[in-house]
């Protein structure tokens, strides 16, 4: 009978989650992961080519983690200003998973047409559409300006320079959605 298998990938892709939400993606190497999670380097390398493979399954996964307390803190109601909100609490409530999403350089880059079009941001941008009674263009240029206004505020927030309660917070997003209408 084979030898049952400790870590599968699932188990190492937890982990992952758990050890970016502790150290940072910064720290993240085969060596530190199995350390963590209590292996050696090897049920990482039987499951992964290399690390930057692990690493995409990881980034999947904290994506997930990510869309899940968007959904799960997402008025449809008030959907602009509350996905801004949303984005903007992942990063006090998840500092270290939502700079690895958002600010290193496992977040990759784009262009301002391709976050526009990313399909969670077309919803936004159909919901202000038909919230404020504008065009199309005007909904790009509106979203576009907010995503990246609270972007900013996000990340002083991860980073700890900047601190803000929930009202605050809500507040200054919903002024801004303000005077871009």
Same mark, same amino acid.
């Given at each position: 009978?084979?030898?049952?298998?400790? #870590?599968?990938?699932?188990?190492?892709?937890?982990?992952?989650?758990? #050890?970016?939400?502790?150290?940072?993606?910064?720290?993240?190497?085969?060596?530190?992961?199995?350390?963590?999670?209590?292996?050696?380097?090897?049920?990482? #390398?039987?499951?992964?080519?290399?690390? =930057?493979?692990?690493?995409?399954?990881?980034?999947?996964?904290?994506?997930?983690? &990510?869309?899940? #307390?968007?959904?799960?803190?997402?008025?449809?109601?008030? &959907?602009?200003?509350?996905?801004?909100?949303?984005?903007?609490?992942?990063?006090?409530? =998840?500092?270290?998973?939502?700079?690895?999403?958002?600010?290193?350089?496992?977040?990759?880059?784009?262009?301002?047409?391709?976050?526009?079009?990313?399909?969670?941001?077309?919803?936004?941008?159909?919901?202000?559409?038909?919230?404020?009674?504008?065009?199309?263009?005007?909904?790009?240029?509106? &979203?576009?300006?907010?995503?990246?206004?609270?972007?900013?505020?996000?990340?002083?927030?991860?980073?700890?320079?900047?601190?803000?309660?929930?009202?605050?917070?809500?507040?200054?997003? =919903?002024?801004?959605?303000?005077?871009?209408?």
């Amino acid at each position: 009978m084979p030898r049952k298998e400790k #870590f599968s990938k699932e188990d190492l892709i937890k982990g992952g989650v758990d #050890f970016v939400r502790k150290n940072g993606i910064e720290q993240l190497n085969a060596r530190n992961l199995a350390e963590f999670i209590g292996c050696s380097t090897q049920p990482i #390398f039987r499951n992964y080519t290399n690390i =930057e493979e692990y690493k995409n399954d990881l980034k999947k996964a904290l994506h997930e983690n &990510y869309k899940q #307390f968007i959904h799960e803190n997402t008025d449809k109601n008030n &959907y602009c200003i509350s996905v801004c909100y949303a984005y903007a609490l992942y990063a006090k409530t =998840e500092p270290n998973i939502f700079k690895a999403l958002f600010i290193t350089s496992l977040a990759g880059s784009r262009t301002i047409n391709e976050v526009i079009n990313s399909p969670w941001n077309i919803e936004t941008i159909s919901h202000v559409i038909n919230s404020y009674n504008t065009s199309k263009e005007k909904a790009e240029k509106i &979203y576009r300006d907010i995503r990246f206004y609270t972007h900013g505020i996000a990340t002083q927030i991860s980073c700890n320079s900047i601190i803000l309660n929930e009202e605050e917070l809500y507040s200054l997003i =919903e002024d801004m959605l303000k005077k871009l209408l």
